[in-house]
């Protein structure tokens, strides 16, 4: 047997820091971005709106459940329009929403 002890790098692991900057709200989606009956924002009233109007493929990848691989599946396949703003891919989040409920019903088939 070996008396190997563990590396300290495990042993006093940081929790992760928050992020800060001006693209902390992009990071991660409140969850009413998917859910239009509690969103908070109203342009004809004149407040700003603080749901995200699209997203990055690596959050509509969080928001959905989908691998990385899946998602370029599935616009290759012109299942998700996406649009581009210089090099960065942006999918609508109504779009996304669009594409998820179009999707087949899982569940057990009743032979």
């Known amino acids: 047997m070996s008396s190997r002890r563990p590396s300290p790098l495990f042993s006093k692991m940081m929790p992760p820091r928050p992020v800060e900057g001006p693209t902390a709200s992009l990071v991660a989606v409140p969850p009413s971005a998917f859910d239009k009956h509690k969103s908070g924002a109203t342009q ?18 969080t928001l959905c459940g989908i691998s990385r ?23 609508i989040v109504e779009e996304l929403r669009t594409f998820l409920s179009n999707l087949p019903q899982g569940g057990r088939r009743h032979v």
């Open 44 to 61: 004809e009233s004149g407040h700003a709106i603080t749901d995200p109007l699209a997203v990055s493929i690596a959050q509509a990848c």
């Open 69 to 91: 691989a899946g998602l370029y599946r599935c616009i290759a396949a012109g299942q998700l329009p996406t649009r581009k703003l210089g090099s960065r891919t942006l999918i």
